[in-house]
């Protein structure tokens, strides 16, 4: 089972100084312990993760500090983008990479971040799947395929990637179309627990596979699930650590759900924790993210592994102090050493 390490930010509104220290010297310290990536997101106009707007230029710093870790956008919002766009970012962050880019490809939900690109909303979950197609084309150096029958092609991409095949994943939220989507297209699937249990994901990932496979694409495809992620020398100690940044980051994302055009009082901060109790319960103490000690965390993976997954995303950016998390690290490359020991499948090549 590979580890990986996953940035949110549960709030942008932390001090300057501080605000990518994280990022920058926990993408060093995966760099040079064996960790299979850094992933960073999309995010408009909402504290909630709002330290990462564009994952290309958050992967472009890290590109250029690192040497061996991939470099993954978890996710790019393909319906907000042109797809020319979403093809020369990555290849100029796989240059400076040296060929260690990778993207997920996410469809958008949230009305607000479609000002971007208001037409692309209501067709957003068709504009990625057809995207997948077009970046493997811009990728290999051929020209943007014609957008009608008969119109002429497009443009190509410079600079050209390093790499030879893009690696793909869809982001899915549960969606069981969203496994099979990714199944078809012959790419990768990155998902999280917030919409489902382990039963459904098991269930998710084996209909991913069929589908895979009968696409007749080579491996198996390739699975990476998010876990919240802390370690600590007792589970005393990491669930002390834990428990108030986790009630914040639970109802910063509730609020992220609220419509901008919402009106009426606010909710008290004592009935927003209420809110998200059942999601603070089931993260922290059900098994549902990887919180204590690595004995803890290495029967979490185990129990994954049994569903289905290949790598694990440990989002370690949600609130705990940056200086608290960067110390925890080792204990997460111990957890690294002890599953890593399982042998795995290997990334499928998303040709």
Not at 167 to 172: F, K
Not at 185 to 198: I, K, R, S
Request: net charge negative.
């Amino acid at each position: 089972m590979d580890l990986s390490l996953f940035y949110f930010s549960a709030d942008a509104r932390s001090a300057a100084a501080d605000r990518y220290r994280l990022l920058m010297e926990g993408a060093r310290f995966a760099d040079t312990h064996g960790f299979a990536a850094v992933w960073t997101p999309e995010r408009h106009f909402h504290p909630f993760g709002g330290n990462y707007p564009n994952p290309a230029v958050t992967s472009a710093a890290i590109a250029a500090t690192t040497h061996s870790v991939a470099v993954r956008a978890g996710s790019v919002v393909v319906p907000l983008h042109h797809v020319l766009r979403i093809a020369e970012d990555w290849a100029v962050v796989d240059n400076l990479a040296g060929g260690r880019a990778g993207i997920s490809l996410a469809s958008g939900w949230n009305r607000d971040d479609f000002l971007l690109r208001p037409g692309g909303y209501e067709e957003r979950a068709r504009l990625t799947r057809d995207a997948i197609d077009v970046l493997r084309r811009l990728w290999r150096g051929e020209e943007l395929p014609a957008e009608a029958p008969g119109a002429p092609a497009g443009p190509r991409i410079y600079p050209l990637p390093v790499a030879g095949p893009l690696p793909m994943w869809l982001t899915a939220g549960g969606s069981p179309q969203t496994f099979r989507d990714a199944g078809r297209a012959g790419v990768g699937v990155l998902t999280h627990l917030a919409n489902q249990d382990p039963a459904e994901l098991s269930a998710r990932i084996a209909d991913y596979r069929q589908h895979y496979e009968a696409a007749g694409w080579p491996g198996r495809g390739h699975v990476v699930l998010m876990l919240h992620t802390y370690l600590d020398s007792s589970r005393a100690a990491a669930v002390a650590a834990v428990d108030e940044p986790l009630y914040d980051y639970l109802v910063s994302a509730m609020n992220l759900f609220q419509p901008s055009s919402a009106a009426g009082p606010v909710p008290s901060r004592a009935l927003r924790r209420l809110a998200v109790r059942p999601a603070h319960e089931r993260y922290l103490n059900q098994g549902l993210g990887l919180f204590g000690t690595v004995d803890d965390a290495e029967s979490v993976v185990a129990r994954f592994r049994q569903c289905g997954v290949d790598e694990i995303a440990c989002l370690i950016d949600f609130g705990v102090p940056a200086e608290r998390v960067l110390d925890s690290l080792q204990h997460l490359d111990d957890l690294r050493r002890r599953v890593a020991d399982v042998v795995g499948p290997a990334p499928a090549p998303h040709r």
